[in-house]
Nanobody, 127 residues
Framework: QLVESGGGSAQAGGSLRLSCARS????????MAWFRQAPGKEREGVAAINGAGTTTYYSESVKERFTISKDNAKRALYLQMDNLKPEDTAMYYCAATGMQWDTWTTIQALDKESYIYWGEGTQGTVS
């Protein structure tokens, strides 16, 4: 129900844009997020967005470099990654909640335990 695309390779300072296509549930009422996992490391939340698309959350490591957005009509989630660094190399996962009306804190929004739906991931490599 969540399918990521857009991963690939980029040079340091370059850009990548990830997309996540979603089907099967109340897209506009769900928080969605991007997580990443590098080899040997824990999965970490990098960006999240609320159901209406009006509130975004970012980890300190990607703030002002990455931009999360969503298109409710297309049922799509995006992650624009600019000014990439080698440490951004990871498998990137799209995640979603069920219907969620509460307003979350950044900690909640970037916590993997908050999400119940996951994509298979797409690799992003920065050299």
């Amino acid at each position: 129900q969540l399918v990521e695309s857009g991963g690939g390779s980029a040079q340091a300072g370059g850009s990548l844009r990830l997309s996540c296509a979603r089907s099967g549930f109340k897209y506009s009422k769900s928080y969605m997020a991007w997580f990443r996992q590098a080899p040997g490391k824990e999965r970490e939340g990098v960006a999240a967005i609320n159901g209406a698309g009006t509130t975004t959350y970012y980890s300190e490591s990607v703030k002002e470099r990455f931009t999360i957005s969503k298109d409710n009509a297309k049922r799509a989630l995006y992650l624009q990654m600019d000014n990439l660094k080698p440490e951004d190399t990871a498998m990137y996962y799209c995640a979603a909640t069920g219907m969620q009306w509460d307003t979350w804190t950044t900690i909640q929004a970037l916590d993997k335990e908050s999400y119940i739906y996951w994509g298979e991931g797409t690799q992003g490599t920065v050299s």
